[in-house]
């Protein structure tokens, strides 16, 4: 491991929505547990347990399909919210390690620890403690792989799930990657792994064994990555994501409007869309922005700072209705938005206050109307005065 | 005007005043300070109109007067005065200032002493003596917990109580609260006085008062008088209702650890280096025989702390901010301290072992 120039790990949950009800509800362990809905419903099924895919479930087969191969198969809607909850456990986990950290879903991540060694140990002990930590923490399992690229670590965390370990080296590519299907080829899906087998390429070594030119030529651009690849070369960085720095909506009246209250109840409505979009990300900001476009088209925005940072409709409408009210010229309007910035993650702004700071009521008012969305949609419950 | 002084008694008052000089006035004026000489003494005297100040220091006045002379500049050139007999002479047609030692003379300009505002007389009526050191401790356990964000004004006072022989001040920033009460000799006027006094204001007066200083404290319906050996200070006192802070405090706890005030201090310190930027968020862990104190950045690095401590009640884990635990640490006196939790969503109670009178409560950060 000495000789890589970067240590990657990937982790992946295994059958993460079907784990998590299990976890937590002790009468569904060892059953076949299917998440998705109903299965008299449209849908397919997201994540089934271990004890569903022996029955042949898969992820994203309708879930009729897998009604008809696993009949007695325990079908549930899933919480997404709880999924989420334990998601940020976990990367929080991830986190302690290494600030390039790329979640590719609730249940999946790449870690770039190169350089963490110092503080944390190998790569392929962070690895572990990481496995292990997940385990103690969550009461979960994870697969892990440990490599010196993205799509190595990627190969490597799915060679053993579940619960699997596995450390892929520059020196492994021969013997662990060539014998493995295209279809493990990053980029490579069903159609691209039926044109490839059309010319008797159907493992990762035959591929390997093809003149770039060749691969170019039939594949185009694909054709360098499945060259790159299947060597097991792959420069992609970790990336973090951009750091989102602020929440914010507007609307275009279809007429312009002169009327106050209709005005104010767009800010209401926008309100609701920035607090719903903001507690989604697990975030809070401090500034809030209201902008306002005139029928002659000048545009002024005002801000305010908070004291202490909010991810609350209330609070973000509060600020944008006296915002609005102090600044207004009585004049037709033709757009207005509001926006949320100087942004951090909620757990870290969880500062407790004395003195009605808490607004204990409020959020968890927020959080029921959240639920309500997360299941029924997100007109099926709104304000009065929204109503039209 | 002209008197001659020493060099010690006039940077004494101007050391003094200048903590009330106006920084931010729009008042040229304010950014002054007026001196007067009469009686054998010179007054100094700064406002910036929330806060004023007055010192009186002995000089030999030759010809009464006074003067407003810019506090940055005057301030400055007495602070670099040889230590010699200083002669100060105002010319009242201009009211420039000649300022003359050995044989040199300095000379800055003066502004009208008819310009400056004058300090309210306050009737003596609702008055009480605290003694100066027990007051300054009492200041320096409480004031640290105001908040300095102007948005609710409240909360950047300290509550001073006075009922009978008991005196009481209570600062919070609503994430952690000081509470520190203290006896005094009782007064009949003062009997169930609760005020709020802005925090610079009270800040300033432990800085002003001597060990062996007496506080004379004077109350009117908006303003506070302090009366330190040759110094008034004036304030004006914050409106609004305190909240009721006896309702915040926790009755009995879960977990009650001892544990000696400077390896907590020490620890925590160390703990704090390692704490994500804005956040500064440390992980309590209290087992039976210890105290657990994790921190990590993943910019930084990490850091594992044990403390040793005497645990009463249930095992537990909590985090706070480090900067709220520092603060009391620092000016918790007692060699040791309890700290008393109930659960992760209360707040923790941090109070010197051996010292009924003071109380610090310190809300946690609730993490996911």
Redesign the interface.
Same mark, same amino acid.
């Given at each position: 491991m000495e000789g890589w120039a970067r240590k990657i790990i990937h982790v992946d949950m295994d059958a993460f929505f079907a784990a998590v009800e299990q976890r937590d509800n002790p009468g569904l362990r060892g059953k076949p547990v299917i998440i998705g809905g109903r299965p008299d419903q449209r849908g397919v099924v997201s994540t089934c347990s271990y004890e569903a895919r022996q029955f042949g479930v898969r992820s994203a087969m309708p879930l009729r399909e897998a009604f008809r191969r696993c009949p007695n198969g325990i079908f549930l809607p899933g919480n997404h919210k709880k999924y989420w909850?334990v998601s940020? #456990?976990i990367q929080?986990i991830f *986190? #302690?390690?290494?600030?390039l950290v790329e979640p590719l879903s609730l249940d999946e991540a790449f870690l770039d620890v190169t350089g963490c060694e110092g !503080?944390f140990g190998p790569a392929v002990e962070i690895g572990k403690q990481i496995k292990d930590r997940i385990s103690r923490e969550t009461g979960l399992t994870a697969s892990v792989g440990v490599a010196c690229n993205k799509f190595l670590a990627k190969v490597a965390s799915d060679l053993e799930k579940p619960s699997g370990f596995v450390v892929i080296g520059p020196k492994d590519v021969e013997r662990v990657l060539w014998p493995l299907p295209v279809r493990r080829i990053w980029g490579v899906g069903e159609k691209t792994a039926l044109h490839l087998s059309e010319f008797g390429w159907t493992t990762i070594g035959i591929v390997a064994q093809q003149p770039l030119a060749n691969l170019k030529e039939r594949f185009g651009s694909l054709g360098e990555q499945l060259y790159a690849l299947a060597r097991g070369w792959d420069d992609r960085p970790v990336n973090p994501g951009r750091e989102v720095k602020s929440v914010g909506n507007e609307t275009t009246f279809a007429r312009d409007i002169e009327d106050g209250d209709k005005v104010k109840a767009a800010l209401l409505e926008l309100a609701q869309e920035v607090g719903r979009r903001l507690r989604k990300q697990g975030l809070a900001g401090r500034v809030i922005t209201l902008k306002l476009r005139y029928a002659d088209f000048t545009t002024i925005t005002r801000a305010e700072t908070l004291?202490e940072h909010t991810d609350w409709d209330g609070e973000i409408y509060r600020v944008a209705h006296d915002l609005f009210i102090k600044n207004w010229d009585q004049t037709a309007v033709r757009l207005v938005g509001v926006t949320v910035s100087k942004l951090?993650p *909620?757990? #870290?702004v969880?500062? !407790?206050? &004395? &003195?009605?700071?808490n607004r204990e009521k409020e959020e968890k008012l927020a959080e029921a109307l959240d639920r309500v969305r997360d299941k029924f949609g997100e007109k099926a419950v709104t304000r009065a005065r929204l109503l039209k | 005007m002209k008197l001659y002084a020493s060099r010690e008694n006039l940077l004494h008052g101007v050391n003094i005043v200048q903590r009330a000089v106006a920084t931010k006035n729009p008042l040229p004026i304010l950014s002054g300070m007026l001196i007067t000489a009469e009686d054998n003494t010179l007054k100094f005297t700064a406002t910036d109109l929330e806060m004023g100040i007055e010192c009186t220091v002995p000089v030999t006045v030759v010809e009464q007067g006074s003067v407003v002379v810019s506090a940055r500049y005057f301030s400055e050139v007495v602070r670099r005065l040889p230590d010699i007999r200083i002669e100060l002479e105002v010319n009242p047609n201009n009211h420039s200032t000649n300022i003359r030692y050995g044989q040199s003379e300095i000379s800055i300009h003066g502004m009208s002493p008819e310009d400056f505002p004058i300090l309210p007389q306050l009737d003596r009526e609702k008055s009480v003596t605290i003694n100066g050191s027990l007051f300054r401790n009492m200041i320096k356990q409480v004031a640290f917990a105001a908040s300095s964000d102007n948005s609710r004004p409240i909360f950047t006072g300290v509550l001073l109580e006075i009922n009978g022989e008991q005196l009481k001040l209570v600062a919070t920033d609503t994430h952690r609260l000081a509470f520190r009460s203290g006896k005094i000799a009782s007064s009949q006027n003062l009997d169930n006085l609760s005020v709020i006094i802005p925090g610079k204001t009270i800040s300033e007066i432990s800085k002003i008062t001597g060990e062996d200083s007496q506080v004379q404290l004077t109350f009117t319906e908006n303003q506070v008088l302090f009366e330190i050996d040759n110094i008034c200070l004036i304030s004006r006192l914050i409106n609004g209702q305190f909240p009721n802070y006896n309702q915040v405090v926790p009755q009995g706890y879960k977990s009650r650890i001892r544990v000696k005030s400077k390896d907590f201090l020490e620890s925590m310190e160390r703990a704090s280096l390692m704490t994500k930027e804005g956040s500064s968020v440390v992980k309590i862990s209290i087992e039976e025989l210890s105290m657990n104190i994790t921190s990590n950045s993943p910019d930084i690095g990490r850091i594992y702390e044990q403390v040793q401590i005497y645990l009463e009640g249930e095992e537990t884990s909590i985090s706070f901010n480090s900067r709220y635990l520092l603060d009391v640490l620092k000016v918790a006196d007692d060699e040791e301290v309890y700290l008393e939790l109930t659960d992760s969503l209360s707040p923790g109670i941090v109070k010197p072992v051996g010292n009924e009178n003071y109380l610090y409560l310190i809300l946690p950060i609730r993490t996911l």
């Open positions: 909850a940020r #456990e929080k *986190r #302690e390690y290494t600030p !503080l004291v951090a *909620r757990d #870290e969880g500062q !407790l206050a &004395f &003195f009605g700071q | -």
